[in-house]
């Protein structure tokens, strides 16, 4: 069994969260200055550069990509051979969220929902961990602005509805939302599974790196398909217009109950964070 102690975790989590707040991913950055010659709009391509100009300066002046700073969300990977030393591995994410946040002058977003009063040190973090082989821990941390999550729908689709209900659900809801999420977006969707499980593998979609489709041939098709009819729907960088609605559009599947189809589309904006550390 391998030990890790705590305090490694609250250290790596601390800079996941400052470092993932301030330095825009490259396959980001590479696909936004990708989409800059072929944006049909002026105005559009203005935009595009602006994003990028945006993500220099934030790297260079150690300053948030955007000041939704997000709520804190986790993908952790738990090797089964791993005993973990000092607090549990929840106190200890939520301690590196907690001096992340403090430290790296990151706005604290989290509030009760019914008093809204602020807790200020954006805990609790949202957690979400697989057991798996092995003696590693991998933390991949997905800060999540509220711009764009506010825009993402469920919908329990019948059985009957089938793949044309689920494509005209996807295409409705981006539509929808419009300039909200601060497009370009990219969207995750997750297909099938409970209410809790399909919008866990949706929000998971999301963590995939810019041009990463799906392994399953039919579903890397679906989402090819999806990415060019949304690009079409005219909204465009910062909904002013244009052909880059969306950088990327990526579906997860799991099978589900006879009697459902549930279908998540949880929209993230330009400013797709994700960072991950392997203890
Ligand atoms: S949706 Fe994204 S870019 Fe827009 S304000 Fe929120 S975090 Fe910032």
Do not use: W
Request: hydrophobic fraction near 40%; aromatic fraction near 4%.
């Amino acid at each position: 069994m391998r030990i890790v102690k705590s305090d490694l975790i609250v250290e790596k989590v601390k800079q996941l969260c400052i470092e993932a707040n301030l330095y825009l991913g490259h396959d980001v950055i590479s696909c936004i200055k990708s989409k800059i010659e072929d944006e049909e709009s002026p105005l559009g391509k203005d935009i595009l550069k602006i994003l990028i100009e945006n993500a220099k300066i934030a790297k260079s002046k150690n300053i948030p990509i955007c000041q939704d700073t997000g709520m804190a969300v986790f993908f952790v990977k738990l090797g089964q051979d791993v005993a973990i030393n000092g607090e549990n591995i929840t106190d200890a994410i939520n301690e590196g969220v907690r001096q992340g946040y403090l430290d790296g002058y990151l706005r604290k977003s989290v509030v009760d929902p019914i008093t809204r009063i602020n807790t200020k040190d954006n805990t609790p973090a949202v957690i979400h961990y697989e057991i798996i082989k092995g003696d590693k821990i991998c933390i991949e941390f997905a800060p999540k602005g509220f711009g764009s999550e506010n825009m993402s729908r469920l919908k329990m689709l019948k059985p009957s509805d089938g793949i044309e209900g689920i494509k005209e659900f996807i295409l409705s809801t981006v539509k929808e939302a419009g300039s909200n999420p601060c497009p370009p977006i990219v969207i995750g969707v997750g297909i099938g599974g409970t209410v809790d499980k399909c919008a866990q593998i949706a929000k998971k979609a999301l963590l995939r790196n810019i041009g990463e489709n799906n392994k399953n041939s039919y579903i890397e098709k679906l989402e090819k398909e999806l990415l060019l009819e949304i690009n079409e729907l005219g909204i465009g960088p910062q909904g002013l217009g244009g052909s880059t609605t969306a950088l990327a559009l990526n579906i997860e599947t799991f099978p589900t109950h006879i009697a459902g189809l549930p279908v998540v589309v949880n929209i993230n904006c330009h400013a797709s964070r994700h960072m991950k550390v392997i203890l």
